[in-house]
């Protein structure tokens, strides 16, 4: 395990690593967390397409689902081993058992708790979402809500994502999130 950064009168012990659904604000939240803590962020997916010169969906369409899975817990394991900093996930890494064990073990996850209308409202109009491409997005969006929720709820710590919140504000509430329970990752020097 690396040795913890100091930033701005707190200390960073663990990686914070940000799970929940396609458009709760995982990428946006944990940048600007990690920018307030001055610590580096990383995107496991970012991280993947990177290694293999391709983005998730030629993954996908090349080699499978299953060989992503099994990359993208390799990545996952590969960041976590390294300095503390703020790591979002793909909205599918958490649902794998062994990677749940493995985050709350070498680091803390954060449920990014965004309901379906805001996650709806924020990835209607993107075509970046490959599981969305189908003749009833939003229903689809629902079914993997309706899925995942009672696994994302096995995460270390919740935050709830409201529509008129600032990504500072967000960031903050993470931060306080940790510092009121969480001592093993954040605290105030």
């Known amino acids: ?3 913890g950064t100091v930033h701005k009168g707190l200390i960073l012990h663990k990686t914070i690593v940000f799970v929940g659904m396609m458009g709760a604000g995982k990428t ?14 990383r995107d496991s997916d970012h991280e993947i397409e990177e290694a293999a ?3 998730i969906a030629e ?8 060989f992503f899975r099994r990359k993208e817990s390799q990545v996952i394991e590969r960041l976590l081993e390294g300095a ?3 790591l979002s996930t793909g909205g ?10 493995m985050i709350s073990r070498m680091g803390v996850s954060i449920w990014l ?4 209308d805001l996650l709806w409202d924020r990835v209607r109009h993107k075509d970046t979402r490959p599981l969305l491409r189908t003749p009833d997005p939003k229903g689809t969006l629902r079914r993997l809500y309706e899925a995942r929720v009672p696994i994302y709820r096995q995460a270390d710590v919740t935050v709830p994502s409201t529509p008129s919140t600032t990504l500072d504000q967000m960031a903050r509430r993470v931060s306080s999130a940790l510092l009121d329970g969480r001592p093993d990752v954040l605290e105030k020097l």
């Open 28 to 41: 946006a939240v944990g940048r600007t967390l990690a920018a307030q803590l001055g610590v580096v962020f």
């Open 1 to 3: 395990m690396a040795e």
């Open 59 to 66: 993954i996908f369409a090349r080699d499978g689902e299953p």
């Open 84 to 86: 503390p900093g703020v």
């Open 92 to 101: 599918g890494a958490f649902l794998a058992a062994g990677n749940r064990e």
């Open 113 to 116: 708790d965004a309901n379906m």
């Open 53 to 55: 010169n391709m983005t």
